[in-house]
């Protein structure tokens, strides 16, 4: 369900979730990313949120408000919980987000912070997931940065664009940002 509704919200994203980059390591990134609003459904099954938060983003939510679709996708795989999320525009804040209809799905504000993130091409999968979180750790290991809890895979295209696709993993980092006085 997941990968068949994303050619849909392709064409109708706009936005992307906003980052600075901080320091670059290799092929690694240290990004800050500052609040922002999101949507979350957590379940025992992977891809399983995909249907109810399109929902909530077409209307099924308190002031039946159309919400744009913005890139990328979040993902979290846990032994027990999966959990998707959708970041909502800029425009949306703890005052005026519309609350979901259907109370499976989450919406709060992420409080951001530092990442560490690596990008990889083609398709996602958990072979490549899996690659990729080791090598972005031997980099925060050589370079002495602390993991701060569990990495999420980002996925920014529909399944329908074969090239050039981008995907990432992402970890949130113990970082000092260097002094500029």
Request: hydrophobic share 35%; aromatic share 10%; no cysteine.
């Amino acid at each position: 369900m997941f990968f068949l509704g994303l050619p849909l919200l392709a064409m109708a994203q706009t936005e992307m979730q906003s980052y600075e980059v901080i320091k670059q390591l290799s092929d690694i990134e240290i990004r800050f990313y500052p609040p922002v609003m999101m949507a979350k459904h957590t379940s025992a099954s992977q891809g399983s949120g995909f249907g109810k938060l399109f929902g909530y983003i077409s209307g099924k939510n308190s002031t039946q408000t159309k919400i744009a679709m913005t890139t990328p996708v979040h993902m979290e795989k846990g032994n027990s919980e999966n959990a998707m999320a959708f970041v909502l525009p800029k425009k949306f804040n703890t005052k005026n987000t519309p609350q979901p209809s259907d109370n499976s799905l989450q919406v709060y504000q992420d409080q951001g912070g530092y990442f560490a993130a690596i990008r990889y091409a083609g398709y996602t999968n958990s072979e490549k997931e899996k690659e990729h979180t080791a090598l972005l750790m031997n980099v925060l290991e050589d370079e002495k940065i602390n993991s701060d809890g569990h990495p999420k895979v980002l996925v920014y295209n529909s399944p329908y664009k074969i090239i050039n696709r981008r995907n990432e993993i992402l970890i949130p980092i113990l970082f000092q940002p260097p002094n500029n006085d």
